[in-house]
């Protein structure tokens, strides 16, 4: 996707700069106090460290300061907060739903965000500690505390009434309905509950058949689910079903992008947050990179050896190793798609582990089509140009068609069996196909060759 | 990730097949009833043709059969549709919001699309044929028409009842205020609505600064506007600003995960719908994936032409034939890790087209970094290896280093350099990555061979 940033957020972010260059202080309050925080996070996306600073310290409304930050990459919240005193971090984490405070404590060095949650009052360091006690990644580390819960026994007009008292609450859109151990019982929508006869009991009109999840449940599993089924909202339970949290679709958005990225970035063996590239250092990132590298330095010097192996035929016919790249690279690029395909096919439920036969035999058919037509042209073209040697244009055409049968077969089995033995595919697949193609590939090539030019 | 499939939905995959085996129909019927239609989708993906028309046939409830319809990927949606008339498809299509109908008509062949539209009602037909004029991908393809849309002179209590009589909407978060022309003037969430004094009119209380996107938008565009700004649902109007619809962010959820996935398989230069992957044949698959590969093709046939060029000084020193792999190898896959960080970038936003110098030096640093890394290392190896040529270690180590510097470099210019020009660098930075970094790599090599080797 040609990805065209918004023009009007182009215009506003030039505004912004020309604001904070003539130090126009009031005007540039005034103008963030008015954009969205996720705009504001956007624009300061592409300022100077120094810039989003001062842009920041002008913010002046508590709420907006804490939006603009849950709405930021979590260097830059880091670097946003550093000039702000403990005693001012706080009212601001006390803004957030127990999410984004989450979030936020996350993204600052440990020891200060210690003392930070020292600084809050007793409910809510409680709070935040029990959210912190999620691991990562799982339903308890991004779901909200911010949910309407009511006992079963209250009336549908109770209920409305406490629905207009819970004014801190985001969105509203369904009511849970618990019992006295705040066990999960049912979920009434707030339009079933306007609808509802209002002296009947929530237990009367409630669905029972609610889906929730568990506190450890998987983020992704937690995407999936949402996604799958179209559900805005769902509960999240702990081990004695009392309801604890809800996952709201917008933080699964967030989940299902990052995910995505990641699932790419892991299959090219880079570092797998988006966020790194801009935070990291260039040696860090070198580091990250190095062993995905390996494996194809590895296969290069396995190559290396094979090739010296065959020194004396190629010094008689150095037209064999003008060769070599070609053949190893259409291998390399087809094994690359073939193991795209099924990588993603995996990750996305489209391709049914159970059904490996058919997705192996589709890959190597459309490998084996593809070599077909490139070692029809190899071949002409190598026949044309190296006339005086005999077979060579059949050899090396009959190379790549078989190479590249060959390279789409490795690269559709592996990720299976990978998956069979729970390997992540998308990270394991790209340097084992690497490797393995550049030598296989020549081992195949040189043992045509050998075969039909009697070297 | 690794993506376990569910073990219940394992389980009851098995049952239904179980059933289906024992023609046990009656049973098979209710379990299929009990379901919910995207579990039925999700097993159906793993059936074979038959089985799934067979197990489809046997669901009775008509809201049922059409949900089933709206969850299954295109191709299986045209299967299962095969064998039912016309004139059963109809009703199917009534009980279906506009989006949902319009996507089940555009999987079928376009002659039966057109006799189904036919046998609609008049309003109906209509309905559909404006939905089906609007251009894929965009605003006005993927919105629905379930909403209430409310005239602003009503009062709340007016407001409130009719939301009560809006049975046929699925979901009511929000009601939209419209003028006496349709146009879109304002916004309540339920909830509001719930709280408001009832004698106020709807002007009186409603949010006037709503965000709404045109029919014509890009459906990317709106799913990017969903997520950064955490909405629930966003009101489409056409070019006289009349409410024609609402895009809810389950949609949006749709269209993140596919575009994702489009973006990975492009990256590849495969076929980019995942569909199509069950779908088509493998000729046809072999014919969408040929192009890309024609350039890896090219790139091997200039790397064969510049080594037949050095024949004389690679006869004599086969130890730098052996080398070859190696280098390209290395310089392709840094070059892939470059592009895939800048390409993804790009796309996420992350990575601001204007702070390109900053970009491209951090990916150079990288790869220099790395090279130096592995030009030791195979330095080191080379000279062990062949200590009888001198200098060779240190020309295959210098190479190396310089040839993934380079690759860096070109990998992340190149996404910038198409952005710049509109052109999609998810689709093109692959191939002329793959072109340009064997002939690069070989030039370079062989350069530096020639002025430390004296051949």
Redesign the interface.
């Known amino acids: ?3 065209e ?1 918004d023009p009007r957020l182009l215009r506003v972010e030039d505004m912004v700069r020309r604001l904070l260059r003539h130090k126009a202080d009031a005007n540039l309050s005034n103008a963030l106090e008015k954009m ?1 925080a ?1 705009e504001v996070a ?1 624009i300061f ?2 300022f100077l460290p120094e810039e989003r600073q001062e842009a920041f310290s002008l913010v002046r409304n508590r709420e907006h300061r804490a939006s603009i930050l849950t709405e930021s ?1 979590s260097h830059i919240v880091r670097e946003l907060l550093e000039p702000v005193p403990n005693e001012d971090v706080v009212p601001l984490i006390k803004e957030l739903d127990s999410d984004d405070a989450r979030y936020i404590l996350e993204t600052l060095p440990d020891e200060r965000s210690q003392e930070i949650v020292a600084l809050l009052d007793a409910p809510e360091t409680e709070a935040i500690q029990d959210m912190m006690a999620y691991l990562p990644e799982t339903a308890g580390a991004i779901m909200t505390d911010s949910y309407v819960a009511l006992p079963e026994e209250l009336t549908v007009n109770e209920a ?1 009434s406490q ?2 008292k819970a004014s801190e609450v985001d ?3 369904y009511v849970y309905v618990i019992d006295s151990n705040g066990c999960l019982r049912g979920v009434i ?3 079933q509950l ?2 509802a006869d209002p002296s009947k009991t929530l237990s009367e009109i409630m669905i029972t058949n609610v889906w929730s999840e568990s506190v450890h449940a998987d983020q ?1 599993h937690v995407a999936r689910v ?7 909202a769902i509960p999240v339970v702990d081990d004695d079903n009392v309801l604890v949290g809800i996952i709201t ?2 933080d ?3 989940v ?2 990052e ?7 892991k ?4 570092h797998s947050y ?2 790194e ?2 935070s990291l250092s ?2 860090r ?2 580091w990250i ?2 062993p ?2 390996f494996f ?2 590895l ?3 396995l ?3 094979l ?2 192996q065959y ?1 004396d035929q ?3 016919i ?2 064999l ?10 291998a ?3 094994g ?2 073939s193991a ?2 099924v990588v ?12 490996w036969l058919r997705v192996i035999s ?1 890959e190597v ?2 490998g084996t ?2 070599g077909i ?2 070692g029809l ?2 071949g002409l ?1 190598a026949t044309y140009q190296f006339a005086s040697v005999a077979w060579l244009g059949f050899v090396v055409g009959l190379a790549i068609c078989v190479v590249m049968m060959f390279s789409a077969l490795l690269a559709s089995v592996l990720p299976l069996v990978l ?1 069979r033995f ?5 990270v394991a697949t790209g340097p084992f196909v ?1 490797t393995g193609v ?1 030598v296989l590939g ?1 081992l195949i090539y040189f043992n045509i060759a050998r075969l039909f030019l009697f070297i």
């Open positions: 996707m040609v990805n940033r969205h996720a956007q996306q592409h990459d409305i629905v207009r969105y509203i859109f929508s707030l339009r306007l609808l992704e949402v996604s799958r089924y179209n559900i805005l679709v917008d699964v958005l967030d299902i992008r995910e995505a990225t990641e699932d790419i970035l299959m090219a063996g880079t988006q966020d590239v801009t260039a040696r990132l070198a990179r190095l995905w590298l194809s330095w296969g290069g010097i190559a290396a050896q090739i010296y020194s190629l010094s008689k150095v037209a190793a003008a060769f070599m790249p070609v053949i190893i690279g259409m390399g690029n087809v690359t798609q795209t395909i993603r096919g995996l990750a996305t439920g489209r391709i049914d582990p159970k059904s589709k058919t459309v089509l593809l037509c490139y042209l190899l073209l998956h729970r390997v992540d595919p998308a690497t550049d020549l």
